[in-house]
Every structure is written in C-alpha cells, then in structure tokens.
C-alpha cells in the first residue's frame, strides 16, 4: 500500500518561511517524480515544483527563486523549502508521486499552509 505523509503547514507571516516534507511508502521511491502541488478553493490543483529522482526541477513561474524542492532517496523523502511567502501562496499543498513508466500516480492528503500577519 502506497503511503505519502506529509508533515504539517502551519501559520506564518508573509515574507516567512516553512518547509514541507513528505514521507513516501510502498513504492521504488527513486522510480518517482516526486512533487508538490496547490489547491485554492474553487481553483484547479496546479503544480507548484517537481524533482525527478536524479534531481532535475521544474517550478512554477510564481515560485521561481523562492521555493526549493529537494529530495532525499536514502529516505524516501522529498522536501518543499519555501521562503518569502506571500498571503497568495496559502492553500492546501499535496505531495505527488508520479512514475513515467507505469503512469502510475499517488497524492497525499494535503496539508495546509496560512500565510498571515
């Protein structure tokens, strides 16, 4: 059984920053792109960044130079740095794990992140 645990959001003021973590289970984690995405409500979800498992990272236009996503295949584990955050940013994140082969594809339950002073 597939498992992605995402650490908790939180609460921070705008120009704060947080970092996400998310743990994976029951898959060849380095077989995985692994990413992190956003849903605001009555928005589709969208891709925030993503890492493949040699390390090549695509970032939405809107994070660019301020999150960093990063992985851990020793355990299993990709992070979300963010830094610099903005109100516009809080929402609820989800991990993703995506294989390109298999198209096989998992998310997490979401966590939620409150930018606010």
């Known amino acids: 059984q597939v498992q992605l645990v995402e650490s908790e959001g939180g609460l921070v003021q705008p120009g704060g920053s947080l970092r996400l973590s998310c743990a994976a289970s029951g898959l060849f984690f380095r077989s995985y792109v692994m990413g992190w995405y956003r849903q605001a409500p009555g928005k589709q979800r969208e891709l925030v960044a993503d890492?493949?498992?040699?390390?090549?990272?695509n970032y939405a236009d809107s994070v660019k130079g301020r999150f960093t996503i990063s992985r851990d295949n020793t355990k299993n584990t990709v992070y979300l740095q963010m830094n610099s955050l903005k109100p516009e940013d809080a929402t609820v994140y989800y991990c993703?794990?995506?294989?390109?082969?298999?198209?096989?594809?998992?998310w997490g339950q979401g966590t939620q992140v409150t930018v606010s002073s």
């Open positions: 890492i493949s498992s040699g390390g090549i990272t």
């Open positions: 993703n794990a995506r294989n390109p082969g298999s198209r096989a594809n998992y």
